[in-house]
T-cell receptor, first 111, second 112 residues
Framework: EAQVTQNPRYLITVTGKKLTVTCSQN?????MSWYRQDPGLGLRQIYY???????DKGDVPEGYKVSRKEKRNFPLILESPSPNQTSLYFC??????????FGDGTRLSIL | SQQGEEDPQALSIQEGENATMNCSYK?????LQWYRQNSGRGLVHLIL?????REKHSGRLRVTLDTSKKSSSLLITASRAADTASYFC????????????FGAGTRLFVKA
């Protein structure tokens, strides 16, 4: 089954404790993206990747890092999380010119 | 910065009525996509319309695109209670890179 898998689905943690949200897709897509969703703001793109070892900033990259060492994986790293990064996060993948497939989301709470 | 902006922010209709949502954007685009989201779940793609297309249909969904006005509309005909969800437009900019910009969404509530 074609899917985008995010882990964990839920996480409560504390300020400053490094965390990684994993994302994996099994559709051999070149493009992958991370978004955060906050009430009233829709989805905002954090980072995207056009292929292995090719990443670029979206609209809200501050406080986040990503890597794309393999085509299927695109982890999101919060080196020193802060409460303003409490949000619902989505990973998505697609091939060029085609719609995105989304994961089920990761709800992060940073205290 | 937000590119796509949906209108209205919220819409409440009776089952069987049609629902129309509008989206405006600011820059030239390659394509425009509509997605649906049920209550905090992942987004599901509905329709993608390319910049050289004016109208597209899929079942009860009809999407129009007016690039001169930088706007799009999503029409859901004969709505059902199961259509209750948030609907988002998203644009892929024509400029280099792969930035996708989503609007804030329209919350649709269909009363049975």
């Amino acid at each position: 089954e074609a899917q985008v898998t995010q882990n964990p689905r839920y996480l409560i943690t504390v300020t400053g404790k490094k965390l990684t949200v994993t994302c994996s897709q099994n559709m051999n897509h070149e493009y992958m993206s991370w978004y955060r969703q906050d009430p009233g703001l829709g989805l905002r793109q954090i980072y995207y990747s056009m292929n292995v070892e090719v990443t670029d900033k979206g609209d809200v990259p501050e406080g986040y890092k990503v890597s794309r060492k393999e085509k299927r994986n695109f982890p999101l790293i919060l080196e020193s999380p802060s409460p303003n990064q409490t949000s619902l996060y989505f990973c998505a993948s697609n091939t060029v010119g085609q719609p995105q497939h989304f994961g089920d989301g990761t709800r992060l709470s940073i205290l | 910065s937000q590119q796509g902006e949906e209108d209205p922010q919220a819409l409440s209709i009776q089952e069987g009525e049609n629902a129309t949502m509008n989206c405006s954007y600011k820059t030239s685009i390659n394509n425009l996509q509509w997605y649906r989201q049920n209550s905090g779940r992942g987004l599901v793609h509905l329709i993608l319309i390319r910049s050289n297309e004016r109208e597209k249909h899929s079942g009860r969904l009809r999407v129009t695109l007016d690039t001169s006005k930088k706007s799009s509309s999503l029409l859901i005909t004969a709505s059902r209670a199961a259509d209750t969800a948030s609907y988002f437009c998203a644009t892929d900019a024509e400029t280099g890179g792969f930035k996708t910009i989503f609007g804030a969404g329209t919350r649709l509530f269909v009363k049975a």
